[in-house]
Structure formats: structure tokens, C-alpha cells
């Protein structure tokens, strides 16, 4: 009995220091895991921020060279019929933003919706106006109701690029 009770005299306090050693190293080990997780996220918003950035200014350029005021000039060519004009309207305002889906990875859900949405919406109403026009209408009429139309409603590609200005603000 006496060995067991001069055991324990000497294996408690060796026990209690063992424990404060596991407390004392498990807590600085993890500050220490803290810190290096700290320093991984303030390296990778040093990569991707920039990537983010550049993604914003790629959908900014994209809703800009699809906006009706820049794409028609460019693409509008005389000659060329109105269901001509509304093919090659369509299937440039797609090759855009096929050019630019990989920059979804880097928006919002919200944002990247919003583009997709706006490119959609300007298919449509490139559709409907070449659709009230008659059948031997030339380029330039779908080009001017066009126009007209874009001139009467809001314009719902300068409200995408007010929405996607305000998200790259809160980057900052």
C-alpha cells in the first residue's frame, strides 16, 4: 500500500506537468496552424483578386461590344437583309459570350446571371423587331428600329453595367 501511495506521489505531479506540456504545445501549434491559414488566404486574395478584377473588366468590354450602339456598326454591312443582319447579330453577341464564360468562375452567381440574362434579353429583341419587319426588309431598317427601340425603353445594358461596377465595388 505504502508503494502505491509513494507511486502516486510521484506519477500525479508528473501527470499534471505532462498535461500542462500537451496544453501549452496543442495551443501553439495551433496559433501556429492559425497563422500559416492566415497567410495562405492573404496569398491567394494576392492571386485571385487580380484575376477577379480582370474578370469584371472582360464582362464590362463583353456588355459594351454587344450594346447595339457598338455591335450594329461593326457587323451591319450594306447590302445584307434584315434576316440576314438578325443571324449574324445573334451569332455574334453568342460568340461573345461564349469567349467569355470562364469568366463566371471569378463573379457572383447573381452577376454572372445578370450578363447571361442581358445577352438573352438583346437576342430577344433583336428577334421580335426583325419579326415586324417585312419579309424583303434590308439590314439598315432592322438596324434603325433597332435604334428606336433601344432609344424608347431603358436600356438594360447600361443597367447590367451599373450592377456589375457596384459588385467590383465591394472588392474594395
Known sequence: MEFLA??????????????AMFLTIRSFLQKDFEKK???LKVKNSEVILPNRLQAYERICLFLERVSPHNLLPRVNHPGLSATELKSVLAHEIREELNHNLS????????????VKG??????LLIN????????DAKGLDLA???F?????????ISGALSEIKKEIRTLF
Open 6 to 19: 509513494e507511486s502516486a506521489k510521484l506519477i500525479l505531479p508528473a501527470a499534471l506537468v505532462m498535461y
Open 103 to 114: 469568366q463566371q468562375v471569378y463573379m457572383s452567381d447573381n452577376a454572372w446571371n445578370l
Open 148 to 156: 428606336e427601340r433601344m432609344s424608347r425603353e431603358e436600356d438594360f
Open 144 to 146: 434603325k428600329v433597332i
Open 37 to 39: 491559414l492566415i497567410e
Open 118 to 123: 442581358t445577352s438573352e434579353n438583346l437576342i
Open 128 to 135: 421580335e423587331e426583325a419579326g415586324k419587319l417585312p419579309a
